[in-house]
């Protein structure tokens, strides 16, 4: 089986459970295009039986024509109407329900996938492929499951009636189709490769877009906006070139498709018109072949737009199952023991790790962090610390050595319940669209509304939200947008604060913020490590000088470690770290520091 044939039944796996559905869809649609079928030959009974019939009495032919005439009306209302909406809703049904299921099974997908995979993937290349590739997907159960069953039971229905007025006469409709045939097959292949290459152009330009639209801000500060109109430009103009690359192979589908189904009925016209000359047809049968072609050779058309429709979701669906083949690198092993509620000692034992193998970022970590300390690392940008500390809720793996939680190694351990007991709170607050509710129940979903003003309380949060007017139901905007960037911050401690993590992780928590705003979080960040094994990362080293230890982090090794005092008599690495900052920074160095280092 090839993978366009595993892909297109594992598709069907998510149809199943709607198959009635499809079923339905199917037999209204047989309905709607065999029921029409009944009209040339009634009107071949008509010319030839009844209209050319001089033998029948004009009250005869009267009502030999009502009679049928009517008895069609009456089936189109009260059979082909109701059939023909049956066959729309039910499709159309079928499909937003297959596509919810597969669009919901993608998200999980994403959301499970290691941070590895969200480093090689841009954002709005994966929502590109989370609704525009799922939306294509969605035209094969609309279409090619519910037309190709119609499509096909009026072209064998028509045939049938075609044989039975004329056999050569059928076969000269029919002349054309081995060609039609062979186009249909090849040009499938080419407009398949082809929609794959458009959707790759659009998946590149989501993500350029989203990037960009993210950081407009810093766009039109630095006047980049010709810079970044010209990449859009070219980004788009190599997606106008696949995408003409693309219309001219369906151009050239529908071209040949439209120009057999034309040339059929000219030749069978000819062919006819000799019949009758000769004798051997009659004019209603005649008429009635021409009025079968359209039928014959409509579906015919149809197979060949079914063709791109099908290309298209192939291409769309071997774009999704892409993603859904690949393994979160990082996951719980099967019966992974969850953790208990921890005491929260942290243990690095020989640790190195690298994010491509050829090039290791750490080497040979090895400290303990006993319950409730705090444990400080310092370091030039680029040392290693917000890889150690991502370590610690398994966002990524070691490459070799082995961390332990309360003597668990952290990969033998169900992951939920390692991450359960982990709070971070980083140097750019994450918020989402919504409330400031939302945001804060983000870390407790179950919290009572008490838990939730003593979180931001605790976070030095309600001084303002107590001042907007909404209150908690204040929305905050896309990425918070609508707050400042210390109210910002605040809300993300009041988060952490409720979701109560035995270990926490502040990654340059306070940094670029005035000094109100940092007064406040710094203050709120104390009461938050109160009884918490805490990991703090901070540029500035006043903040972190009265840390249990400090760990000094240089090219992926911890080269110092020690209190503040017990590094200033060293005078060390962390010795001229902190003296190059002690002249920006004295105001806030306290005496006994100074004492050190004079």
Not at 103 to 117: E, V
Not at 120 to 140: T, W, Y
Not at 301 to 325: Q, T, Y
Not at 580 to 591: G, M, T
Request: charged share 20%; with cysteine.
């Amino acid at each position: 089986m090839t993978k366009k044939q595993h892909n297109f039944w594992r598709f069907l796996r998510y149809v199943r459970p709607y198959w009635k559905y499809v079923l339905v869809g199917a037999i209204g649609g047989v309905v709607k295009f065999t029921l029409p079928l009944l009209i040339p030959l009634v009107t071949q009974h008509l010319l030839d039986n009844v209209y050319l019939n001089s033998a029948l009495t004009l009250e005869q032919k009267l009502h030999e024509s009502f009679l049928l005439l009517g008895g069609l009306i009456f089936i189109f209302i009260f059979i082909y109407a109701p059939f023909t909406y049956y066959r729309h809703y039910c499709a159309g049904k079928a499909g937003y329900q297959s596509v919810f299921d597969l669009r919901c099974d993608l998200y999980y997908q994403i959301l499970r996938m290691s941070a590895s995979f969200f480093q090689r993937h841009k954002s709005g290349g994966i929502v590109a492929r989370l609704i525009n590739d799922v939306a294509q997907a969605q035209n094969l159960v609309g279409n090619a499951l519910t037309n190709v069953w119609m499509d096909s039971a009026a072209i064998v229905v028509v045939l049938y009636f075609l044989f039975r007025i004329n056999v050569p006469l059928t076969f000269v409709a029919l002349s054309t189709f081995p060609l039609y045939l062979y186009l249909f097959k090849k040009l499938g292949r080419a407009i398949k490769a082809s929609s794959h290459r458009v959707q790759e152009e659009l998946e590149n330009i989501s993500g350029n877009v989203q990037e960009k639209v993210a950081g407009s801000l810093i766009v039109q500060a630095f006047n980049q906006e010709e810079k970044e109109m010209r990449n859009f430009n070219h980004d788009s103009g190599r997606l106008l070139g696949t995408s003409i690359r693309s219309l001219v192979l369906h151009s050239l589908n529908m071209t040949m498709t439209g120009t057999l189904t034309k040339i059929a009925p000219l030749l069978v016209t000819l062919f006819g018109g000799y019949q009758v000359i000769m004798g051997r047809m009659t004019v209603g049968g005649l008429i009635a072949a021409g009025m079968y072609l359209n039928h014959l050779y409509f579906p015919l058309e149809r197979f060949s737009e079914l063709n791109v429709v099908f290309a298209n979701s192939m291409a769309a669906l071997d774009r999704i199952f892409e993603i859904m083949d690949q393994q979160p690198e990082i996951t719980s092993k099967p019966d992974a023991p969850a953790l208990p509620e921890l005491a929260g000692e942290v243990r690095f034992e020989n640790v190195s790790f690298a994010y491509n193998s050829d090039r290791p970022v750490l080497h040979n970590i090895s400290f303990t962090a006993r319950p409730g300390e705090q444990i400080a690392l310092v370091g030039p940008s680029g040392s290693g610390k917000t890889t150690i500390v991502n370590l610690i809720p398994r966002f990524y793996d070691v490459t070799s050595g082995a961390i332990y939680v309360d003597g668990y190694d952290i990969r033998e351990v169900n992951l939920h319940s390692l991450r359960r007991q982990v709070g971070m709170v980083l140097q750019d607050p994450v918020l989402f669209s919504g409330t400031i509710r939302d945001n804060i129940l983000y870390g407790n979903p179950q919290a009572t509304e008490e838990d939730l003003i003593q979180a931001a309380t605790a976070a030095n949060a309600m001084e303002f939200i107590n001042t907007l007017p909404h209150g908690f139901n204040t929305e905050v905007g896309e990425r918070g947008t609508m707050l400042s960037g210390g109210q910002k911050q605040r809300l993300t401690i009041a988060r952490a604060f409720l979701k109560n993590p035995r270990i926490l992780i502040l990654d340059e928590a306070t940094s670029a913020l005035d000094s109100e705003s940092e007064h406040l979080i710094q203050e709120a960040l104390e009461r938050l490590m109160v009884g918490r094994t805490t990991f703090i990362i901070a540029h500035r080293l006043s903040t972190i000088m009265n840390a249990d230890r400090i760990l000094v982090v240089s090219h992926g090794r911890i080269i110092e470690h020690g209190t503040h005092a017990e590094l200033i008599a060293l005078r060390g690495a962390y010795y001229h770290l902190f003296t190059q900052q002690f002249r920006a920074d004295e105001p806030l160095i306290p005496s006994y520091s100074r004492t050190l280092l004079s």
